[in-house]
C-alpha cells in the first residue's frame, strides 16, 4: 500500500492562488499578489518533487489516489481519480518547473501592466487546469483540464483585450480549438460505448483483454481522439489559432502556446496509446499530419518579420515532430521531445521577450539588429535555445529529434518518406533560426532611435536555468529515458537489434547535424555576408515568396470557405428570416393582440365610481338569472336537449 | 272578515317579510346607482345590508335554526366597521376634495 502523494494540492494549490489573486488581488499591493503567485507553483513543484522522490524510491507505479465519486448513472462510472505514472511525472515536472520559471519571469516582464494581478490570476488558472489535465485517470476528467486550459488560453491571448487583434486571436483560438474538442467528445463517447469505461487503466485493460478487438470502431476512436489533438496541438487543419495567439503576453506564449498546453495533444495520444496501437491506420494519419505539419509550417516560418510569429510557426512545426513522432509508435521519443522542446522554446521565446522589452515593444526583426553587445545574456541564453532548437550536438533538441527520426526511418518503407521529411523541416528550422538569430543579434542597429537595455534579474534568472536545461536537457539520452517511460508506453526498441545496427544510428545522427549545419552556413550567407540576397532571392521567385509571407493564404481560405459562408447564412437565414421574420414576427403578433386587448379593456375601469356599481349590479343580476331560470325547461321548450351531468 | 286581516291574525305571513326585504334591497341598490351624494350612496349600501339581514332572520325564524342569527351578527359586526372606515375614508375625501359628488370622485384610473 502506497504512502498518500497529495497529489490533489498538485492542482488546488494554483486553484487557491487563482482564487486569491483572482477575487483580492485588485486591491491588493503588487509585491502580495506577486508572492501568492509565485507560492503556488512554488509549492506544487515542490509536491511534484515529492512524488520523485518517492517515486524512484519505494513507490510502485502507477500510483493512483482516488477522492470520491463524480458521476454514477448507470453504467458510467467515474471518480475524481489521480494517476501518477512515469508519464504524467515527467508531464508535471515540465508543466510546474518551466510554468514556475515563467511566473518568475513574468514578475519581471508584467511589472508596469495595469491588470497585475488578473494577469497572474489567470496564469496560475492555467497551471491548475493543466496539472489537471495531466493528473487525470480518466478521459472526462482530463477533458475538465482540456478544456480549462482553453479558457485559460483564451483570457490570456485577450489579456490587453482593449486591442481588438488580441480580443479577436482570443476568441479564433477558443473557436478553433472547439472544433477539435468535437472530436474528443465523440471519441469519448465511443470509448464509452466500446469499452463502457473512460479510465484510461481500465479500457487499456480490456484491450489487452481482447487482442481480437480491431478495426472500424477502434480506428473511428482513435481519429476522433487526433482531430481533438489537432486542435489543441495546433495541427493541419486546425493550426491557424496559434500564430494569432501570439497576441498574448510573450510569457504566455512561451508557457502556454509553447512549452506545455499546445503539447497536451501529444500527452493524450501517447495516454491513450494503446488505442492508436491496435489501428495502424489511425496511426498512419498521425503522423502523416505531424510530417504535413512540420513542413508545412515550417516553410511559412521562412519568412515571417515578426520575431513571435516566427517562433509561433517553429512551435507547430516541432509540435508535428512530436505527432510524426507518435505516429511511428515511438511514444516515448515524442514525449522526449516533449520535454526538451518546452526547455528550448519556452527559452526562445522568453528571450524573445526579454529583446522586446528591451526594445520598447518593439517586435518587427527588421528593425532589430545589433543587440549582440546590448543584452549579453539574452544573446547568450538565446544562442544555446538556437544551437538546442537547430539540433547541434551535444545539446537537447540533438538528441530528441535525432530520437524520433531514426525512429521513423526504421518505420517501414513509408518511414523514410517520414524521415526525409523530417529532414527537410530540421534544414528549415535551422535555417529560420539562424535567420532570427542573425537579424536580432547581429549587424547594426537598423533602428537607432531605440535605446535598448538588459532585462532585470526576475527576467534573466529564468533565462539561464532553461539555457542550462536546453544544454543539459537532452544528456540522460533517449535510451534510459524510454526505459523509464516503458512501463507505460512500451519497451524502446534498442537500435543495436534493429536493422542497420548502431552504425545507422550514427549516420542518421551525422546527416540531422549536416543538415542544421548546412542550415546554419545558408542563413550566415544570407544575413550575414550578403544582406541584401535575401530580397533578391525574394524579388526572383514573388510568386513563391508572396504564397509564403501570406502563409499560403490559409486564413483566406478558411474565411472564404467556411467563415463567410456561416456569415452568410447567420445574417440571411438565421437573422432575417428566423429572427427577424419568424421569431419577430410572432412576438409582435403576440404583443400587439395583447397591447390591443388591454386598450380595449382600459374602458372598462373609468374611475367612475357609479360606473362600477353598475356593473356590480349587472353582474349580481346576471347571476340571479342564471340560478333562478330553470334553464333546462327554457331549453327544452326550445327544443334543445342537455344531458345532465349526474342524472 | 278581510282575508288580509284573518291571514295577519295568525302571525304574519313569510311572504311578506320576504317581500319587505326584497323592497328594501332593491331601494339600496337603486338609490345606490342613481344617487350622486357619497354618503346617500353609502347609507343605501348599509340598506341593502340590512335587507339581507331581515332575509336572514326570517329563514331563521321559518326553519327553526339559529345559523341564520348567527350570520346576521356577522353582517351587522362587517357593516358597523365598514361603517367607521367607509365614513373616515369619506372625510378625508371631502376634505381633499371638497366634495362628495361621486361623478367628480374619478381619478382612481389608468
Redesign the interface.
Known sequence: MNDSLHLWLIPLLPFAGFLFNGTLGRKLPKAFVTAIALLAPLASFAVVLNAVRSGTGSLVLPHVETHGTWINAGLLHIDFSFVLDQLSLIMLLVVTGVGFLIHIYSAGYMAHEDGYWRYFAYLNLFLFFMTLLVLAGNALLMFVGWEGVGLASYLLIGFWFQKTSAADAGKKAFIVNRIGDVGFLIGMFLLLATFGSLTFSEIAAKLAANPNLTGGILTTTALCLLIGATGKSAQLPLYVWLPDAMEGPTPVSALIHAATMVTAGVYMIARTHVLFDRSPFALGIVAIVGAATALFAATIGLVQTDIKRVLAYSTVSQLGYMFLGCGVAAYSAAIFHLMTHAFFKALLFLAAGSVIHGLGGEQDLRKMGGLRKKLPITFWTMTAAVFAIAGFFPLAGFFSKDAILYEAFQHGDSGKVLWFIGVVTALLTSFYMFRLWYLTFFGESRNPDVHPHESPWSMLAPLTILAVLSIAGGWIGIERFGAFLSPVLGPVADPASLSGGKQLDYVLSIIAVGVAALGWFVADRFYRQRPGSPARLAAAVPAGYKLLANKYFVDEIYSFAIVKPILGLSKYLLEWVVDVAILGGVAWLLGGTASLGGALL?RW??????SY??WL?LGAAALLLFVLVPWASVLAGLGIHIAMAGH | MNPFVQALQQGVPLSLYLLLSAVLFALGVVGFLIKRNLITVFMSIELMLNAVNLSFVTFAHQWHAVKGQIFVFFVMMVAAAEAAVGLAIIIAVFRARATLAVDRIDLMKL
Open positions: 382600459q375601469q373609468s374611475g367612475n365610481l357609479r356599481a353598475a349590479t
